[in-house]
């Protein structure tokens, strides 16, 4: 439920006039409803952002040009803008189901981690573990994160160290293999939606990054592809590739298509925007895209069982 009200009073404190609202793609269908109900309440103009919207990293800049508070919905606080109103959106689930089918697959001492839709039922996961008889550890992120145990497809610094296991609260596979491959401990999936659990297994997914390091360590020419969206841009590091990477290209680009890749007829890329395009996009670019953490084992800078998702340090 998106709390109109809390809406409309920051509004009025600010005697703001012109509104934007961003929603992920998830939530956009009730843009129009509550821009109408806005409008009416308070008599502001309210725009709503069209463009795709995959997090809190991803602003729609010339759509807070044009307004005085830009309401941002469904991930939580990445960066301090007084523009900028961050309002999350929390899963109406139970999740005692998944974590009372998880509980036979976690060791003695487990570390609880899960995305900010499930933020709310951190105490509810903690509490089932200790009547199970287990010894929760919840860790605090960096300051890219703004919740305890809180997770992002880009930082895994809240997932806790020295636990026999880890219990990722959530749906898809990326953030727990991410806990993974950042920690090497095992994570148990517990999916609040289906009720299951599993074991995360990253054998595939590593598999595909070995074969595309592979391929691209023939490459002669690289793009290095720098992000424009206000929480992924690392063009310092995208400088350091370049300057190991030989003959490469320096590209910004927003929004990341096989078409604007190919035009560049170049052998392999690195790409340092959000993390998530290297990987969930791998099969549909035609060269390899590699994350920086790939480049430097390509280039003999890191070992190729140091094999790590790349991560957006705060
Ligand atoms: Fe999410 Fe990617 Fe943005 Fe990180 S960089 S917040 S994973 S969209």
Same mark, same amino acid.
């Given at each position: 439920m998106i709390d109109v009200d809390g809406i409309v009073r920051i509004i009025e404190e600010r005697k703001a006039k012109t509104i934007g609202l961003q929603f992920p793609e998830g939530l956009k269908r009730q843009g129009p409803g509550i821009a109408k109900d806005v409008e009416a309440r308070t008599g502001a103009l309210v725009i709503v952002s069209g463009d795709p919207c995959y997090g809190? #990293? +991803?602003?729609d800049d010339s759509l807070l040009d044009m307004v005085d508070v830009l309401f941002h919905f469904g991930h939580s606080r990445l960066m301090d803008d007084d523009r900028i109103v961050f309002i999350e959106y929390h899963h109406e689930v139970e999740v005692d189901t998944a974590i009372r089918n998880a509980l036979p697959l976690l060791g003695q001492k487990v570390g609880i981690v899960t995305t900010v839709q499930h933020i709310h039922m951190l105490k509810r996961m903690e509490q089932l573990l200790i009547e199970a008889g287990k010894t929760p550890v919840i860790a605090r992120g960096d300051? *890219?994160?703004?919740?305890?145990g809180q997770l992002l497809g880009c930082n895994f610094? /809240? $997932? %806790? /160290?020295?636990?026999d296991t880890v219990l990722y609260v959530g749906s898809g596979n990326f953030h727990p293999m991410g806990a993974q491959l950042s920690t090497g401990v095992p994570v148990i999936a517990a999916d609040p939606f289906t009720g299951e659990a599993r074991k995360v297994d990253v054998e595939k997914i590593m598999r595909q990054r070995y074969a595309l390091m592979a391929k691209a360590m023939d490459a002669k020419k690289w793009g290095i592809i720098i992000g424009t969206k206000t929480g992924q841009k690392r063009l310092e590091l995208a400088r350091r590739i370049k300057e190991t990477a030989g003959d490469a290209t320096l590209i910004s680009i927003r929004e990341i298509t096989p078409d604007r890749l190919l035009s !560049? @007829?170049? +052998?392999a890329y690195v790409s $340092?925007? #959000? %993390? *998530?395009v290297a990987i969930d996009d /791998?099969? *549909? !670019?035609?060269v390899p895209v590699l994350t920086p953490v790939e480049f430097d084992i390509v280039k003999g800078? *890191? @070992?190729?069982? +140091?094999?790590a998702f790349d991560e957006i340090k705060g």
């Open positions: 809190a #990293c +991803d602003i300051s *890219r994160i703004t919740y305890p610094s /809240a $997932t %806790p /160290a020295g636990v !560049f @007829k170049v +052998d $340092t925007v #959000c %993390p *998530r /791998a099969g *549909r !670019f035609g800078l *890191r @070992k190729w069982e +140091d094999l």
